[in-house]
């Protein structure tokens, strides 16, 4: 059964960093695409950044945050800094089967998504 769980969402001041994990039991972790999504109130689903071989990013995050992955723990993270108002949301996990060079931004490329974790960044 495929599973995704999110931590470390929060409460945090404008210029501070957050943590986010998700845990995965996505069967062949290794060879899945994953992916972190946000959305806001009356927002659709946007996309953050995404990691297979390689990461890429919003141009709206790039520079501040980081994706990484740990295959030996089913685990992929995102590392926020220099958080704004702006990156408000709550954050989702989100995993697609088989590794590609192409760039998976759209919500409907994905096949597995966690429940969301609120990031909330005050002024």
Do not use: H
């Not at 943590?19 to 806001?40: E, K, T």
């Amino acid at each position: 059964q495929v599973q995704l769980v999110e931590s470390g969402g929060g409460l945090v001041q404008a210029g501070g960093s957050l943590r986010l994990s998700c845990a995965a039991s996505v069967r062949a972790f290794s060879s899945a695409y994953m992916g972190w999504f946000r959305q806001a109130p009356g927002k659709e689903r946007e996309f953050v950044a995404a990691i297979s071989w390689s990461a890429y990013y919003a141009d709206s995050v790039k520079g501040r945050f980081t994706i990484s992955r740990d295959n030996a723990k089913n685990t992929v993270s995102l590392q926020m800094n220099s958080l704004k108002p702006e990156d408000t949301a709550v954050y989702y996990c989100a995993a697609r089967q088989g590794l590609t060079s192409i760039i998976r931004i759209r919500a409907d490329e994905y096949d597995y998504w966690g429940r969301g974790t609120q990031v909330t960044v005050s002024s």
